[in-house]
T-cell receptor, first 113, second 117 residues
Framework: NAGVTQTPKFQVLKTGQSMTLQCAQD?????MSWYRQDPGMGLRLIHY???????DQGEVPNGYNVSRSTTEDFPLRLLSAAPSQTSVYFC????????????FGSGTRLTVV | AQSVTQLGSHVSVSEGALVLLRCNYSSSVPPYLFWYVQYPNQGLQLLLKYTSAATLVKGINGFEAEFKKSETSFHLTKPSAHMRDAAEYFC???????????????FGQGTILTVHP
């Protein structure tokens, strides 16, 4: 049981480059989210999804794009990387219902130079 | 909108001492609250959750939290700290409001726990 898998674990980008952070879960969870973690700011929600084909913006969506074509996958696209996007990114998933917590991936550490 | 506030970005205790990490929530409806722990260079792990079944919730690693509606609090405690408890702890609330907020998990800013020998 792999849980939530994020790739890559580390990435260095040049300003202006684009890339996709991958996230896959094998628990048949409906809810999936992307967060970024910066020192002193906790985890801030970028985008989330309540099911295949349904996504919505979170607290800090600018500069990021998502789509959810399958239940399992929820990729995060950086359109034109900026140094302000240097962060640790976490993907998480959850079953339906408030009793469930979210299960987190191990994170992607992104540096934009 | 629902939110949580963690009081104190850093807490330092001696090994064997009581651990108390504070979390207050803001919600117009009964909230669903969680505590997560993050060890260095790792992802987040669920410690415990409150989903209205009981006000005192026991979690993993000897941690527990008490939901107090009158104080809008959900503080995390452990009677005796261990060195291995050193980590960052996050309080979070899961939205049970309708509309586009349904299901969202919102975090507090985190509290770094340091345990001294």
């Amino acid at each position: 049981n792999a849980g939530v898998t994020q790739t890559p674990k580390f990435q260095v980008l040049k300003t202006g480059q684009s890339m996709t952070l991958q996230c896959a879960q094998d628990m048949n969870h409906e809810y999936m989210s992307w967060y970024r973690q910066d020192p002193g700011m906790g985890l801030r929600l970028i985008h989330y999804s309540v099911g295949a084909g349904i996504t919505d913006q979170g607290e800090v969506p600018n500069g990021y794009n998502v789509s959810r074509s399958t239940t399992e996958d929820f990729p995060l696209r950086l359109l034109s990387a900026a140094p302000s996007q240097t962060s640790v990114y976490f993907c998480a998933s959850s079953g339906d219902g408030y009793i469930y917590g979210y299960t987190f991936g191990s994170g992607t550490r992104l540096t934009v130079v | 909108a629902q939110s949580v506030t963690q009081l104190g970005s850093h807490v330092s205790v001696s090994e064997g001492a009581l651990v108390l990490l504070r979390c207050n929530y803001s919600s117009s409806v009964p909230p669903y609250l969680f505590w997560y722990v993050q060890y260095p260079n790792q992802g987040l792990q669920l410690l415990l959750k409150y989903t209205s079944a009981a006000t005192l919730v026991k979690g993993i690693n000897g941690f527990e939290a008490e939901f107090k509606k009158s104080e809008t609090s959900f503080h995390l405690t452990k009677p005796s700290a261990h060195m291995r408890d050193a980590a960052e702890y996050f309080c979070a609330v899961r939205s049970n409001a309708g509309g586009t907020s349904y299901g969202k998990l919102t975090f507090g800013q985190g509290t770094i726990l340091t345990v001294h020998p």
